[in-house]
T-cell receptor
Framework: SQKIEQNSEALNIQEGKTATLTCNYTNYSPAYLQWYRQDPGRGPVFLLLIRENEKEKRKERLKVTFDTTLKQSLFHITASQPADSATYLCALQTGTASKLTFGTGTRLQVTL | DAGITQSPRHKVTETGTPVTLRCHQTENHRYMYWYRQDPGHGLRLIHYSYGVKDTDKGEVSDGYSVSRSKTEDFLLTLESATSSQTSVYFC?????????????FGSGTRLTVV
């Protein structure tokens, strides 16, 4: 069966360090992978998109990698800040006409 | 979030009663989606719409129906609410199926069925 896995355990990290979150998938051939941020009591907010033929994408302090051989995406936040504390969701899309399928998310806690 | 509102924000209802959740957008986006979010399951697609009066089922559509009579409104109806439908419901919009845009989500409706 198709599965998207994100670490269900919270990731605790010290301010200023790089946070790395993982998204693994099985039985998918995603053409696109997106990352979202979700704060408590709010809806997810779109952060970044990476295509299957792209290895890496950057936006300010964010970096996403996409390895279709390993079936994995890594999401990095450099110089992390307490304001980065949130749950981060990955989402896959197998084609332009398909809908997004979401992982369960990983909660990131950045402490001083 | 700007451009998309969900109502009500919170609702408690009794088992067996009908419930309608509303999603309203001011972005004139063609595509609208209803998701539910539960611990351990993440966001799961219930129904979606690709235009006025054009809707289709998602992966967890049983017990739900939708309607879209205007571009700006997408209604989700639980015909006879059950405790298993206790969840947080999110509406999302996108202008295109092109993934560049991502989805814009509403703030959610927390529904409790007692």
């Amino acid at each position: 069966s198709q599965k998207i896995e994100q670490n269900s355990e919270a990731l605790n990290i010290q301010e200023g360090k790089t946070a790395t979150l993982t998204c693994n998938y099985t039985n998918y051939s995603p053409a696109y992978l997106q990352w979202y941020r979700q704060d408590p009591g709010r809806g997810p907010v779109f952060l970044l998109l990476i295509r299957e033929n792209e290895k890496e994408k950057r936006k300010e302090r964010l970096k996403v990698t996409f390895d279709t051989t390993l079936k994995q995406s890594l999401f990095h936040i450099t110089a992390s800040q307490p304001a980065d504390s949130a749950t981060y969701l990955c989402a896959l899309q197998t084609g332009t006409a398909s809908k997004l399928t979401f992982g369960t998310g990983t909660r990131l806690q950045v402490t001083l | 979030d700007a451009g998309i509102t969900q109502s009500p924000r919170h609702k408690v209802t009794e088992t067996g009663t009908p419930v309608t959740l509303r999603c309203h957008q001011t972005e004139n986006h063609r595509y609208m989606y209803w998701y539910r979010q539960d611990p351990g399951h993440g966001l799961r697609l219930i129904h979606y719409s690709y235009g006025v009066k054009d809707t289709d089922k998602g992966e967890v559509s049983d017990g739900y129906s939708v309607s879209r009579s205007k571009t700006e409104d997408f209604l989700l109806t639980l015909e006879s609410a059950t405790s298993s439908q206790t969840s947080v419901y999110f509406c999302a919009i996108s202008p295109s199926t092109e993934p560049n845009y991502g989805y814009t989500f509403g703030s959610g409706t927390r529904l409790t069925v007692v």
